[in-house]
């Protein structure tokens, strides 16, 4: 069964820092791309990153971009989030997701709870 | 960049009807187009891949369609567990998602 737990949400000030994880179980993680999705508070879905199997390639969307940085540790089967300059508009929860380039995100975490407020 | 938009944002529907949500792209994105069902307070679940392919597990009411820029998800004999909010996403290059469709029951 595939298993995504994400870990690291936490209340921050803006202009902070967090780091987010992800452990991953029941399938080859180095095997698939993954990537992180915010959802902010009554708001619609936004994809932020992904990273290929080797972490040779990775993608942000425009609005993290220099400040946020998506890594992997293949044989700890972890995906993480390195969120620094964090911004209000950064509040959301951040779901760890399986990116299956065939089929889109097929598998998700439950989601981590991100708060920048002062 | 391309950018995704559905229609509509909200609709309400009875048990039964048949519900179609729209999904555009503002470039042709091919068959690169996945939808996902989020119940309220619930994780996303992919329901469509590929424009047209139904996921695994997904319910069989549940249908997509289109290519290039045009897609549809239809619902053929709306269920009272169908009720969430839709959502569209191009996957060829960056990840972007259309912004929802929130489905209610009448």
């Known amino acids: 069964e595939v298993q995504l737990v994400e870990s690291g949400g936490d209340l921050v000030q803006p202009g902070g820092t967090l780091k987010l994880a992800c452990v991953a179980s029941g399938f080859t993680f180095s095997g698939y791309w993954m990537g992180w999705v915010r959802q902010a508070p009554g708001e619609g879905l936004e994809w932020v990153a992904n990273?290929?199997?080797?972490?040779?390639?990775?993608k942000y969307v425009d609005s993290v971009k220099g400040r946020f940085t998506i890594s992997r540790d293949n044989p700890k089967n972890s995906l993480f989030l390195q969120m620094n300059s964090l911004r209000v508009e950064d509040t959301a929860v951040y779901y760890c997701?399986?990116?299956?380039?065939?089929?889109?995100?097929?598998?998700w975490g439950q989601g981590t709870l991100v708060t920048v407020s002062s | 960049d391309i950018q995704m938009t559905q229609s509509p944002s909200s609709l309400s529907a009875s048990v039964g009807d048949r519900v179609i949500i729209t999904c555009r792209a503002s470039?042709?994105?091919?068959?690169?187009l996945a939808w996902y069902q989020q119940k309220p307070g619930k994780v996303p679940v992919l329901l469509v891949y590929?424009?047209?392919t139904l996921q695994s597990g997904a319910p069989s009411r549940f249908s997509g369609s289109g290519s290039g820029t045009d897609f549809t998800l239809t619902i053929s004999g709306l269920q009272p567990e169908d009720v969430a909010t839709y959502y569209c996403?191009?996957?060829?290059?960056?990840?972007?998602f259309g912004p929802g469709t929130k489905l209610e029951i009448k």
């Open positions: 470039q042709d994105i091919g068959n690169f």
């Open positions: 990273i290929r199997q080797d972490g040779s390639d990775k």
């Open positions: 590929a424009a047209s």
């Open positions: 996403q191009k996957y060829n290059s960056d990840l972007t």
């Open positions: 997701a399986r990116d299956s380039k065939t089929k889109g995100f097929d598998f």
